[in-house]
């Protein structure tokens, strides 16, 4: 975490940029729903409020949202000026943006005195996966196998801890400290991602299996293994704010008289939204439906986020036409296979 500019001053920066008058105290109540009031200043002014942001996870949240369609490369000059009215300074982004570099995420490529910031091969591999999650429309199906991985080594506590991160961030719920379980992950793909993030020194001691769901009478059931495996409240709850910060915003937008958003109001929509989205999803292990209980409010974050990311991509798109530069001066195109997002 990072700490921001004063609360006032970045909001002021932020109103300005995207045209909405900044707070003035106790403002009455507009019954017409004006841009000072809507839910779109709200959210706005909410993230301008915050003492720190995550620097690092909105940038990412950039590259793979905004950046992977335009041929996944930008000039730091302009992602600086693209984020600068949220109050990440220009030291900042340099900043987080270096260090995504160390992490193997990004690469830079010199055009003249300028730079083009790229993702890698490995970059580029961890964005399509996790594009393949965060834009899909359903929850996947389920053939009714188990997905095991067993732990047989052992091995040092820190060696441990960082098994389960690797594989709690691919979906998977624990049993215990050495079984690990999901129904539907392609383990093959979870291996050659453990490879990736440096520990392939531990598969030797893994052993990957399926299980079918063979469930006679008096016997455990699946909807018992979820409920030992995974803590699904905590997300719940986290996915019911999420509605409840959002379906304002969508309401204003079928409102009578509608609001309409300007390009950069749904730039910065369209950002905080796909952000706050893929951190749940971070969190989810993506279970199928038939394992979710009843009225599982991912289903309504999911059906949300589609619908407003779909109504605020034409601006939003319209105002990068307008800010999102190449080192070389240019603006690349969108790739057409944009549009086949959340479809």
Request: proline fraction near 8%; aromatic fraction near 8%.
């Amino acid at each position: 975490m990072t700490p921001r500019h004063s609360i006032g001053a970045a909001f002021r920066r932020l109103s300005a940029r995207i045209g909405v008058s900044h707070p003035r105290p106790a403002p009455s109540p507009d019954p017409h729903g004006s841009a000072m009031n809507s839910p779109i200043h709200t959210r706005l002014e909410a993230f301008a409020q915050q003492k720190r942001v995550h620097a690092n996870s909105l940038i990412v949240s950039v590259f793979g949202d905004m950046v992977v369609p335009r041929g996944s490369r930008i000039w730091l000059g302009s992602l600086i000026r693209l984020l600068e009215p949220l109050g990440l300074s220009e030291r900042l982004v340099r900043t987080t943006v270096f260090r995504l570099a160390k992490a193997g995420w990004l690469r830079t490529e010199a055009c003249g005195r300028r730079s083009d910031y790229l993702l890698t091969e490995q970059g580029q591999r961890r964005f399509d996966e996790a594009s393949r999650h965060i834009y899909a429309t359903a929850a996947p199906s389920w053939d009714h196998r188990w997905r095991l991985i067993l732990d047989i080594g052992r091995r040092p506590p820190k060696e441990r801890e960082a098994l389960r991160r690797a594989l709690f961030w691919q979906g998977f719920g624990a049993l215990d400290g050495e079984c690990f379980v999901h129904p539907s992950a392609d383990l093959a793909a979870v291996l050659d991602a453990l490879r990736g993030d440096g520990l392939g020194a531990l598969i030797a001691d893994l052993m990957p299996l399926l299980a079918t769901d063979f469930l006679p009478d008096g016997t455990a059931s699946s909807a018992g293994l979820v409920a030992r495996a995974w803590n699904l409240d905590a997300l719940a709850a986290a996915y019911t704010q999420f509605v409840a910060t959002y379906r304002p915003v969508l309401a204003a937008l079928d409102g009578h008289p509608p609001h309409a958003p300007t390009d950069a109001e749904a730039f910065f929509m369209r950002l905080l939204l796909i952000h706050d989205y893929r951190r749940l999803l971070l969190r989810d292990p993506e279970l199928p439906d038939v394992l979710l209980p009843a009225g599982w409010p991912g289903q309504a974050a999911r059906a949300l986020c589609r619908t407003l990311y779909r109504r605020f991509a034409p601006l939003s798109e319209r105002h990068l036409d307008a800010c999102f530069r190449l080192a070389d001066g240019r603006c690349p195109p969108l790739d057409p296979a944009f549009g086949r997002r959340f479809i």
